[in-house]
């Protein structure tokens, strides 16, 4: 019953993370550049087990089945094929992590850090974009000449979700007290005051003379640095969540500028949210 209520909670919170990213698909209804659930199933696999796959399964494919405007054999069949390469990215991710990363504790040595972007943020998510972007094409829900950005758009949407979201869930798992001083928190405080003023700044709102974009980002750097130096892993992962979040804002809001379409200027924010990890 343990092992049921867990799935359970994973397909919820899954679903639900599914459809919030799936609010920014642009360059296809089923491909986000935005999608947390990746980083939430590997981290719940590797906490749980590989027996909360179903979880991730059950998850993916109500959020797809229910994404279209009406329900028909295909939207069927491609919600089944893109749910299983969720499901396979996610048990290989974790498989990958748990062999070659060392597992859970994947952050406590640099090397087993990088390993980790390499195997979960670079190789599983491959799967998933691969499987996917084929089931589109073969359910005819996508054309074939735009096969290559939607590929583009999953990986990095998928790449993002892992080296963003899962590091948090895992430190914050690993750790989760915050027993700290006063001293402490206010300095908390005013790191996380410092990193949302300057993400705005980046991100969001248009200095006098220019509008925000990417070219303004090395202004997420010092808190970063603050965060790392002073504090851990855990809360550099929480103040990148933060950075994460402020510029999706101001895309959203149309601060952003760039030389792309709105699509690529959201993919392109993307990739510099997976870097920082």
């Avoid at 799935?7 to 459809?19: F, P, R, S, T």
């Avoid at 590997?42 to 979880?55: C, H, M, S």
């Avoid at 059950?58 to 919600?79: D, R």
């Avoid at 979040?245 to 510099?272: D, R, T």
């Amino acid at each position: 019953m343990r092992a049921l209520r867990s799935i359970l909670v994973l397909a919820l919170v899954y679903l639900v993370a599914a459809k919030l990213g799936l609010q920014l698909a642009l360059v296809n209804k089923y491909a986000t550049a935005v999608w947390p659930p990746t980083g939430i199933a590997l981290a719940a696999l590797l906490i749980g087990g590989y027996r909360l796959w179903p979880g991730v399964l059950i998850g993916a494919f109500v959020a797809n089945v229910t994404t279209g405007e009406t329900l028909s054999v295909s939207a069927v069949l491609a919600s089944s094929g893109i749910a299983m390469g969720n499901t396979l990215e996610a048990l290989l991710g974790a498989y990958l992590v748990n062999r070659l990363a060392g597992g859970r504790r994947a952050f406590d040595r640099a090397a087993d850090v990088f390993r980790f972007a390499a195997v979960a943020g670079l190789a599983s998510t491959a799967v998933s974009a691969t499987v996917g972007v084929s089931t589109l094409l073969i359910a005819d829900l996508a054309h074939w000449m735009d096969a290559p950005a939607i590929w583009l758009t999953w990986w990095v949407g998928d790449a993002g979700g892992n080296l963003v979201f899962a590091p948090l869930l895992l430190l914050g798992a690993a750790d989760f007290r915050w027993d700290w001083p006063s001293s402490r928190l206010a300095e908390a405080g005013l790191l996380l005051l410092t990193a949302c003023g300057l993400a705005l700044a980046a991100f969001a709102v248009p200095l006098p003379t220019m509008p925000a974009h990417l070219g303004l980002a090395f202004l997420c750097t010092p808190p970063l640095l603050w965060a790392a130096f002073r504090f851990g892993s855990r809360e550099t992962s929480a103040v990148l969540v933060v950075i994460c979040g402020v510029a999706i804002w101001g895309w959203l809001h149309g601060a952003l500028a760039g030389v792309f379409s709105p699509s690529g200027s959201l993919l392109e924010v993307q990739a510099y949210c997976g870097s920082l990890r």
